[in-house]
């Protein structure tokens, strides 16, 4: 059934409110469950868990290099099913995976299982849940407020930080590692159920344009970049023919592994430099507010000036604050600790929305998510040994800091090559020229 955009209600929504404005909603819980329980509860469990069991920060560590992979393997299908049928039923397969898998980790005794559990299925349900699943429909929804509908939602992300982190620290330190995996696929069902219920492909399914444009402003010319980017939209075979996508998914690739890199690894670092569980979950917090906060104003600047010089400098930020982090736990001061963190979160915040919208931007949103989803498995794969290498280091020499360096220095090379990295449109037509 067709519905006119701003005349008839969606599904029982209000005619007044613009349906894509739910599904913002809907992508910040998504994200805050899923990221929250993919990345920044993981930190949390690693000493209790590594203590109990006999492993090696190696070995529990391995779940996110092994789940990177699965990651990028699952986004090559999920990416292109979004296209085709929408976000609500990989969403509910997903999460009925994610919170199962969850519960399911209160039951480890063996390293197998470990990677198995964490490594394998709880990734499978995430992807099916996460960023690319709901960013790739935002990017459909939205065009010309693509840039703050995306940020808001990814404020999601941040808040995971900010909520789940204490709370998963909290639950450990009150009835134990066990229970508390149990509690977490308990409340994982509870938010995302609903979420997945409301999600929608594309707002022309419903007679609606992109940005809740009503009819009159679409015939004097408000769609029209959307209508512009339709119609230079690339498919994925042709965005696989360019040096734009591969340069996108290197600088991408080393941008992101400082979050999930420091997601993973803050409380470990800073307690073994004698900080307390307390004072590294703080730090977090201190990284997770300015991120989630910093978003919208990202999101406002994306929509109004040139992308690519934006990313740059969030990318740059990560880099010169990670810098910053190491000095500062090396001198022990709690206080430039915090205040690096910050700055650490300030360059987070840029990182997804600016993400979403140059890929959008350069490829077109008609095939955006199999064009997302084919980049994940080159983009993964750049960051997928970083968490396992970073333990794997410290491992060895009882230290992070040389590690956490490198990663320095890649955040500040990602922040170069987006600069650099032009539009794809000449590749494109040397492409045509010569078929």
């Keep these: 059934m067709s519905f006119r955009s701003g005349r008839r209600k969606l599904n029982g929504t209000s005619d007044k409110i613009y349906f894509g404005y739910w599904l913002v909603i809907?992508?910040?819980?998504?994200?805050?469950?899923?990221?929250?329980?993919?990345?920044?509860?993981?930190?949390?469990?690693?000493?209790?868990?590594?203590?109990?069991?006999?492993?090696s920060r190696a070995d529990f560590t391995l779940t996110r290099t092994i789940g990177q992979f699965v990651m990028a393997f699952v986004g090559v299908f999920v990416g292109a099913r979004v296209d085709r049928i929408g976000g609500r039923p990989i969403m509910l397969v997903g999460t009925t995976v994610l919170a199962s898998t969850l519960a399911l980790h209160s039951l480890v005794e063996d390293l197998f299982v470990w990677w198995l559990l964490n490594g394998v299925a709880l990734t499978v349900g995430c992807a099916m849940v996460g960023n690319l699943v709901v960013n790739v429909t935002l990017s459909k929804w939205f065009v010309v407020n693509r840039g703050k509908a995306i940020a808001f939602a990814a404020m999601g992300v941040s808040f995971g930080g900010i909520a789940l982190t204490p709370l998963a620290t909290w639950l450990i330190d009150t009835i134990g590692w066990r229970p508390a995996w149990v509690w977490l696929g308990?409340?994982?069902?509870?938010?995302?159920?609903?979420?997945?219920?409301?999600?929608?492909?594309?707002?022309?399914?419903?007679?609606?344009?992109?940005?809740?444009?009503?009819?009159?402003?679409?015939?004097?010319?408000?769609?029209?970049?959307?209508?512009?980017?339709?119609?230079?939209?690339?498919?994925?075979?042709?965005?696989?023919?360019?040096?734009?996508?591969?340069?996108?998914?290197?600088?991408?690739?080393?941008?992101?592994?400082?979050?999930?890199?420091?997601?993973?690894?803050?409380?470990?670092y800073l307690t073994d430099y004698g900080f307390s569980r307390g004072e590294a979950a703080l730090a977090m917090i201190f990284a997770s507010?300015?991120?989630?906060?910093?978003?919208?104003?990202?999101?406002?600047?994306?929509?109004r000036v040139p992308v690519k010089p934006l990313a740059a400098l969030s990318a740059a930020v990560t880099g010169l604050a990670l810098f910053?982090?190491?000095?500062?736990?090396?001198?022990?001061?709690?206080?430039?600790?915090?205040?690096?963190?910050?700055?650490?979160g300030l360059g987070w915040g840029g990182m997804i929305p600016m993400q979403e919208v140059i890929?959008?931007?350069?490829?077109?949103?008609r095939h955006i998510g199999a064009i997302r989803g084919a980049g994940m498995p080159f983009a993964l794969a750049l960051g997928?040994?970083?968490?396992?290498?970073?333990?794997?280091?410290?491992?060895?020499?009882?230290?992070?800091?040389?590690?956490?360096?490198?990663?320095?220095?890649?955040?500040?090379?990602?922040?170069?090559?987006?600069?650099?990295?032009?539009?794809?449109?000449?590749?494109?037509?040397?492409?045509?020229?010569?078929?």
């Design 26 to 55: 809907v992508a910040f819980m998504a994200q805050f469950v899923s990221i929250g329980m993919y990345s920044y509860v993981l930190g949390s469990f690693m000493t209790p868990m590594i203590d109990e069991l006999g492993w």
């Design 186 to 268: 308990a409340l994982a069902a509870v938010l995302l159920y609903p979420m997945a219920i409301f999600m929608r492909r594309a707002p022309e399914d419903y007679g609606l344009h992109p940005d809740g444009l009503s009819d009159a402003q679409i015939a004097a010319g408000g769609g029209a970049r959307a209508e512009a980017e339709n119609a230079n939209a690339y498919t994925r075979s042709e965005a696989l023919r360019t040096y734009s996508f591969y340069a996108l998914v290197t600088a991408f690739g080393f941008f992101s592994i400082n979050i999930v890199v420091m997601i993973l690894q803050t409380i470990p």
């Design 289 to 303: 507010i300015p991120a989630m906060l910093s978003k919208p104003v990202w999101g406002v600047l994306i929509d």
């Design 324 to 344: 910053m982090i190491v000095a500062a736990v090396g001198g022990g001061q709690l206080t430039l600790i915090f205040v690096a963190y910050i700055v650490l």
């Design 359 to 365: 890929w959008a931007s350069f490829f077109g949103r």
């Design 384 to 435: 997928a040994i970083a968490p396992w290498a970073v333990s794997y280091y410290h491992d060895l020499n009882g230290v992070y800091d040389g590690a956490l360096l490198v990663v320095a220095g890649l955040n500040v090379f990602s922040g170069v090559l987006i600069f650099l990295v032009p539009p794809p449109e000449r590749e494109r037509r040397k492409t045509r020229k010569m078929a």
